[in-house]
């Protein structure tokens, strides 16, 4: 069922026996969030159900959170879509962020003893959503990161669009993990992406828990920045 409000924002909802689950599809700026918000409370509030809301921002910047204490913030997620030329012109891409010992590879270089130690590994050293087995497809570009001859990382790329390949999964283990390394990862995928295809664009999502990765963004991201929304689930707090 498909509800519209005078100001032209436009939601759906599905109820379940014990949830509401409201999806907004209208794209909001901030100012308008706390105002839908609060009209969700008040409409569905008594129903004595679990009310999610899940609504899209196009504003991307650091103070983007609700002063409600009446919604609880279950998942963020920042999706963005760059020029992946003007990515590569970034003046922090161009430092050389990895030590002596770390080396970067195709994914197709993958040996069968890494295949192997990944096939153990999940849920062990990395979590299944990340698994880099698990896709039928991936795209030339998609990398490895070794320590020595340690497997310690991946960027697995998937073909999108004919103009757009999307960095789906970017892992670096946990002792190796530096924003430097994962850094480094992307570009040197972006340059490949350049150098062997014509596609001109990327996208990609960085979780609302990343702060490191989101403050480099908001500094930086802007000159290639295309495309942003920021995809929020809200909960009601009983």
């Not at 100012?31 to 609504?55: M, P, R, S, W």
């Not at 990395?126 to 698994?131: A, C, G, I, L």
């Not at 802007?222 to 995809?231: A, E, G, R, S, T």
Request: hydrophobic share 40%; aromatic share 10%.
């Amino acid at each position: 069922m498909v509800y519209k409000q005078s100001v032209e924002q436009e939601w759906s909802i599905e109820e379940q026996e014990k949830s509401l689950n409201i999806v907004v599809s209208t794209k909001l700026h901030h100012t308008q969030l706390e105002e839908l918000l609060a009209h969700f409370a008040v409409e569905y509030g008594t129903c004595n159900k679990d009310i999610y809301v899940q609504v899209s921002e196009v504003e991307f910047n650091e103070n983007n959170d609700i002063s409600s204490d009446k919604w609880k913030k279950e998942i963020a997620q920042h999706v963005f879509i760059l020029d992946a030329l003007k990515v590569k012109e970034l003046p922090f891409f161009n430092r050389n962020h990895l030590k002596e010992g770390y080396t970067i590879h195709l994914i197709q270089e993958l040996t069968p003893q890494e295949i192997d130690i990944i096939e153990k590994g999940e849920n062990v050293w990395f979590p299944t959503r990340f698994h880099p087995l698990r896709y039928e497809t991936v795209a030339n570009n998609s990398l490895i990161l070794r320590h020595h001859k340690e497997l310690v990382g991946w960027c697995v790329v998937l073909p999108s669009t004919n103009q757009l390949l999307m960095y789906d999964n970017l892992f670096v283990k946990e002792r190796y993990q530096s924003l430097g390394r994962s850094l480094s990862l992307f570009w040197h995928a972006i340059l490949l992406q350049l150098e062997q295809t014509p596609m001109k664009y990327l996208t990609f999502v960085v979780d609302g828990e990343n702060e490191k990765m989101l403050k480099v963004l908001r500094n930086k991201v802007h000159v290639p920045l295309i495309d942003y929304q920021k995809v929020t689930v809200f909960k009601l707090m009983d």
